[in-house]
């Protein structure tokens, strides 16, 4: 097994919690309504609190190699935007409330799934946090797919919502299961996970709760990928030039 | 007893919670280390929740005596900036870290033994949220008053900030103190909070941690008042501006 691969399979999780928990975090005090408002935020804090256990362990991995000492600060905010390995669906932009649920619901069913079958990694650490994130994902998905089905089946302008943001956003859900090289490079020492064993489960609950929504799934689109291998869309460069402004602005401040 | 009173009071402990918690979600993303832009992240969805809370009893408050049905989205999202009555301590904009940690400590030492006060209020509702905040304030007390030590007694630079920031904060300190017109009115009644009593241990508090922290405390200075009672800083107009934008825009919404 190639210590490289595992340090970019971390980093490609790391990456996709820490992107999309900011733009839940985009939120906060935006939110519809005050309930909801802080479920987003919860959300956002669970996100962004499993990409800081990712880093931690990619930090460790790559100091275990020797060279200069590597923080998870480090990865978060000092890194470019063609070194993020996120799925592109992560980092798309938040849209109406609605495209916000939505790509919640699709990541939220993905991630549950695969921390799914990552806790029964032969990494043990890999194991643990993803035993650890599941947790949390298990209420996000639940929390995701009612709002889905409460916009789908809900008023004409609800519905007409959902469906314009299911047109945007499932272009981006194939690559989910496209696996990156880092992901094929693990996959024999039973360390990672089988995308194409979790996909029909994926697709499964999606079916389900767009049925369940009345919402029509976008199938037979073409599908966009690169994300996991550092080619990303112009927003994910936005996104960092702000979260990543004052770190940039202050190398090493303590402030 | 005056309704109208305790539903003010209410309000206005809502309002503390609720900008406050606005100011620090600013942070989110910024925060100078993934570590700390959790912890503050977490204060302030701490404090939204409070708001809610203060905001659902104040509702019920208002609803009780007839007329239209209020909620608390309505009172966070669609009353004015004179109707809010917050502190002026809590809409004071962020500036560096060093400013928001000292803001957090003088308001969370404020909240600690308010709270402590109000848990045994006559009122069982006010008695119940002020108990259930305690929890999150205490917490709050301590990291808050773990970074003015750490600033304060750290680098020339760092030192040098925090008496900037005592400066620029010292001033909205008394007003905590000064009793408003709907704070006259419930003491009598043994609801609220003798405000003469809690503040010699704030104060006494505050004189610990800044001595802990090497820094000289601004006293003698001019104090600001007229928050509790509507008149605010420039500051909070663009707050509400920002975060009651989506409601306004879109009454009733449900995105």
Redesign the interface.
Same mark, same amino acid.
């Given at each position: 097994m190639s210590v490289q691969a595992l340090i970019d399979y971390t980093l490609h999780l790391g990456d996709n919690a820490l992107v999309l928990g900011?733009r839940n975090?985009?939120w906060?005090?935006?939110g519809?309504? +005050?309930?909801q408002?802080?479920a987003l @935020?919860?959300i956002?804090?669970d996100l962004?609190?499993q990409?800081?256990n990712w880093?931690e362990y990619a930090a460790r991995l790559i100091n275990g190699g020797g060279g200069k000492e590597v923080t998870?600060?480090v990865l978060?905010y000092l890194r470019d935007s063609r070194d993020f390995r996120n799925c592109l669906l992560a980092e798309q932009t938040n849209g109406?409330?609605?495209k916000t649920v939505l790509r919640q619901f699709y990541f939220s069913a993905y991630q549950f799934y695969f921390y799914g079958a990552l806790e029964h990694s032969r990494d043990k650490e890999l194991a643990a946090i993803a035993e650890k994130s599941l947790k949390e994902v298990t209420y996000h998905l639940r929390w995701s797919s009612e709002w889905v089905i409460r +916009?789908g089946d809900?008023?004409e302008e @609800?519905a007409s919502?959902m469906q314009r943001a299911m047109d945007e956003l499932w272009t981006y859900t194939g690559e989910l299961f496209v696996p990156a090289d880092y992901e094929r490079k693990l996959s024999p020492a039973g360390i990672g996970v089988d995308l194409a064993a979790i996909r029909p489960l994926w697709e499964q609950r999606v079916r389900e709760v767009l049925k369940a929504a009345r919402l029509e799934s976008g199938e037979g689109v073409w599908m966009q990928t690169g994300g996991k291998q550092g080619k990303h869309t112009e927003h994910l460069g936005y996104l960092l030039a702000?979260?990543q402004?004052?770190?940039r602005a202050y190398p090493g401040?303590?402030?």
């Open positions: 900011h975090s985009e906060t005090g935006h519809p309504i +005050l309930e408002d802080i @935020s919860n956002a804090l962004i609190g990409a800081r880093y998870e600060d978060a109406d409330w609605g +916009l809900g008023t @609800s919502r702000e979260m402004f004052l770190q401040c303590e402030w």
